[in-house]
């Protein structure tokens, strides 16, 4: 990444991420059930949005490798699955932490929990079998196999199957109506920290393969 990008991305960032904190904590409003704890969601969502994207681009980048056998496509391919995982560990951590403030337990083998545990399984295997490889080609190509596949079961996992169970996890951004389930101000402020998130996964990313 050249320096002024650098400089100018992680500018962008830093502004988002002062202004995501300032409304999150002096704008937003405590929710109707929730009360302060939906502030934990501003955390929550963005890193799982972003865990999402990490996935689908190592699957992509892995695809690639596969047509051009270019080493490039598999380093970040490698790169954006770990940083799924980082995320996903995120997630689960802050998810964790809501669950002990509200049901009682930081575990509670709730339907989403249970699926992001199938997820963390299904990329902590990624990252082992990345670990456990010596040949370089041979890494690559199973790599980017299992990239593939694995990002089938991602949309399974994360917007299916944990709707079609009684969950205690509060009602989605998107209801089963199809309708958004925040306030405008509630909403603004996820947007502004799905951004910050979003880009941060970004400069991570370019700043390890540039």
């Known amino acids: ?3 002024e990008e650098n400089r100018m991305l992680l500018g962008a960032i830093g502004v988002l991420t002062l202004a995501a904190l300032y409304t999150i904590f002096f704008v937003v409003p405590p929710a109707e059930g929730l009360g302060e704890y939906v502030r934990i969601a501003f955390f929550h969502i963005p890193v799982a949005w972003v865990s999402v994207i990490a996935f689908f681009y190592a699957a992509y980048r892995g695809g690639r490798y596969l047509r051009t056998r270019d080493l490039a496509h598999d380093a970040a391919s490698a790169r954006s699955a770990v940083l799924g995982l980082v995320f996903t560990l995120l997630a689960t951590g802050s998810g964790a932490i809501f669950s002990k403030l509200t049901w009682g337990a930081y575990w509670n083998w709730d339907p989403r929990q249970t699926t992001i545990f199938v997820l963390l399984l299904i990329y902590g295997a ?3 079998l990345r670990m456990t490889m010596r040949d370089e080609r041979a890494r690559a190509s199973a790599s980017a196999v299992y990239a593939l596949f694995s990002f089938i079961s991602v949309p399974f996992l994360v917007f299916i199957l944990p709707r079609m169970f009684f969950s205690l996890h509060p009602s989605p951004v998107i209801n089963g109506a199809g309708r958004l389930d925040m ?3 509630m909403l603004g402020t996820l947007l502004l920290s799905l951004l910050d998130a979003t880009l941060v ?3 991570l990313m370019k ?3 540039t």
Do not use: C, F
Request: no cysteine; net charge positive.
């Open 1 to 3: 990444m050249r320096k």
């Open 126 to 128: 990624y990252a082992t």
């Open 183 to 185: 306030d405008t101000v």
């Open 201 to 203: 996964y970004v400069w």
């Open 207 to 209: 700043r390890r393969l």
